[in-house]
């Protein structure tokens, strides 16, 4: 099977040389670029990366810089990515990059996988996309791409299979071109030899080695378990607002949105006269339902404005303005519907 692998090498190289699309982190060779670009860009689309990298590279010019920010400003320049964890650990990792190797990343696989939230995938992409070190980087484009290829049938979310890919890349990587052949197969695998669909074999620059297609079953691979159901959680979100205020108040430091500012929520769906009775002097405006999908669960709000004329106790609220929101607290997208109407005019 590496035989195929092996003679998939030059044409992907050649494909890649003329096909590869101009990307913004692919104009740079700071490593530090590199890393940023591939922590953006997982469970995250390219669309969504690109207005933000260069501004966030501008807030954050340097490893030094980012960890010498406040955990609020760093995720305020993510916000719209969403997955914040990505950049409390991007932040974290920074940090200990200055302690033990005086602001520069490592140029070495294993140095690289100790830091906070760089796991095998990312520690490949930063040693041979920025390092020209020959590691493969193994992402669920790459697991499809060669589970195509070989027309191989094992369970691609299985830990094992991901390291029979990655061993058999890291025994046919070029030592000379590691980063552009890693590079390669993930685009082949966006543009190409695309997901849930029928690759466009057509296109493809190594369709005359590929197994998958002679023998008919690409479109059937790569093949997975069947994923575990989400869990269903209704939740009532209360957008209280005073004068040009409105409360947010700040997510526990772990867990899901962790650090992140939210209107007061509670779970189970509340209606409009539990909110009334609860808030007797205030007047209550119906916001509408929103549903946000995370990885294990799904939310599905339902919405309240109560305006009110003085500002009520809320317990680990905080009030702040329109400008102060935009500018200083990262609200989540699951709460992005609500944002959007939270400074809104009150209806007739
Ligand atoms: Fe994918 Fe088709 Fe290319 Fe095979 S020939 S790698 S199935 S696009």
Same mark, same amino acid.
């Given at each position: 099977?590496?035989? !195929?692998?092996?003679?998939?090498?030059?044409?992907?190289?050649?494909?890649?040389?003329?096909? =590869? *699309?101009? $990307?913004?982190?692919?104009?740079?060779?700071?490593?530090?670029?590199?890393?940023?670009?591939?922590?953006?860009? %997982? %469970?995250?689309? !390219?669309?969504?990366?690109?207005?933000?990298?260069?501004?966030?590279?501008?807030?954050?010019?340097?490893i030094?810089?980012?960890a /010498?920010?406040?955990?609020?400003? #760093?995720?305020?320049?993510?916000?719209?990515?969403?997955?914040?964890?990505?950049?409390?650990q991007?932040h974290l990792a920074a940090q200990v990059i200055c302690e033990k190797y005086?602001?520069?990343?490592? /140029?070495? @696989?294993?140095?690289?996988?100790k830091l906070p939230g760089i796991?095998?995938?990312?520690?490949?992409?930063?040693?041979?996309?920025?390092?020209? $070190?020959?590691?493969?980087?193994?992402?669920?484009?790459?697991?499809? #791409? #060669?589970?195509?290829? $070989?027309?191989?049938?094992?369970?691609?979310?299985?830990?094992?299979?991901?390291?029979?890919?990655?061993?058999?890349?890291?025994? #046919?990587?070029? %030592?000379?071109?590691?980063?552009?052949?890693?590079?390669?197969?993930?685009? +082949?695998?966006?543009? !190409?030899? &695309?997901?849930?669909?029928?690759? $466009?074999?057509?296109?493809?620059?190594?369709?005359?080695?590929?197994?998958?297609?002679?023998?008919?079953?690409?479109?059937? +691979?790569?093949?997975?378990?069947?994923?575990? %159901?989400?869990?269903?959680?209704?939740?009532?979100?209360?957008?209280?607002?005073?004068?040009? &205020?409105?409360?947010?108040?700040? *997510?526990?430091?772990?867990?899901?949105?962790?650090? +992140?500012?939210?209107?007061?929520?509670?779970?189970?769906? &509340?209606?409009?006269?539990?909110?009334?009775? *609860?808030?007797? =002097?205030?007047?209550?405006?119906?916001?509408?339902?929103?549903?946000?999908?995370?990885?294990?669960?799904?939310?599905?709000?339902?919405?309240?404005?109560?305006?009110?004329?003085?500002?009520?106790?809320?317990?680990?609220?905080?009030?702040?303005?329109?400008?102060? !929101?935009?500018?200083? @607290?990262?609200?989540?997208?699951?709460?992005?519907? @609500? /944002? =959007?109407?939270?400074?809104?005019?009150? =209806?007739?």
């Open positions: 099977m590496n035989e !195929i692998l092996k003679a998939a090498v030059k044409p992907l190289l050649k494909w890649y040389a003329t096909e =590869k *699309r101009s $990307l913004p982190w692919r104009e740079r060779r700071d490593p530090y670029a590199i890393w940023l670009s591939e922590i953006m860009l %997982q %469970q995250t689309r !390219i669309e969504a990366v690109l207005p933000r990298y260069d501004a966030f590279l501008e807030a954050f010019p340097t030094e810089a980012l /010498a920010a406040d955990g609020d400003e #760093v995720r305020k320049a993510w916000q719209g990515l969403g997955y914040y964890r990505r950049a409390d991007l005086a602001g520069q990343l490592p /140029a070495d @696989y294993d140095a690289l996988r796991g095998r995938y990312t520690a490949g992409a930063i040693a041979s996309i920025g390092f020209g $070190l020959p590691h493969p980087a193994v992402d669920g484009n790459v697991l499809r #791409v #060669v589970a195509r290829l $070989l027309a191989d049938g094992d369970d691609v979310t299985e830990a094992k299979t991901q390291r029979k890919v990655e061993s058999m890349l890291q025994s #046919v990587i070029p %030592q000379r071109q590691p980063g552009d052949f890693n590079q390669a197969v993930m685009e +082949l695998g966006e543009r !190409i030899c &695309l997901p849930n669909t029928v690759p $466009l074999c057509n296109e493809c620059p190594v369709s005359d080695i590929c197994v998958g297609r002679c023998k008919g079953v690409a479109a059937d +691979l790569p093949r997975r378990a069947a994923k575990k %159901q989400r869990r269903q959680e209704k939740r009532t979100v209360l957008v209280h607002r005073c004068g040009d &205020l409105v409360a947010i108040r700040k *997510r526990p430091a772990r867990g899901l949105l962790a650090n +992140l500012w939210e209107f007061p929520n509670e779970e189970g769906q &509340l209606k409009m006269e539990d909110i009334a009775g *609860r808030y007797r =002097k205030a007047t209550v405006e119906m916001l509408g339902s929103a549903k946000h999908i995370f990885t294990h669960i799904e939310w599905h709000m339902i919405g309240f404005r109560i305006w009110h004329a003085e500002k009520p106790p809320l317990p680990d609220s905080i009030w702040a303005n329109a400008a102060e !929101i935009d500018e200083i @607290y990262a609200i989540p997208t699951a709460m992005r519907f @609500y /944002a =959007k109407q939270a400074f809104s005019k009150a =209806k007739e």
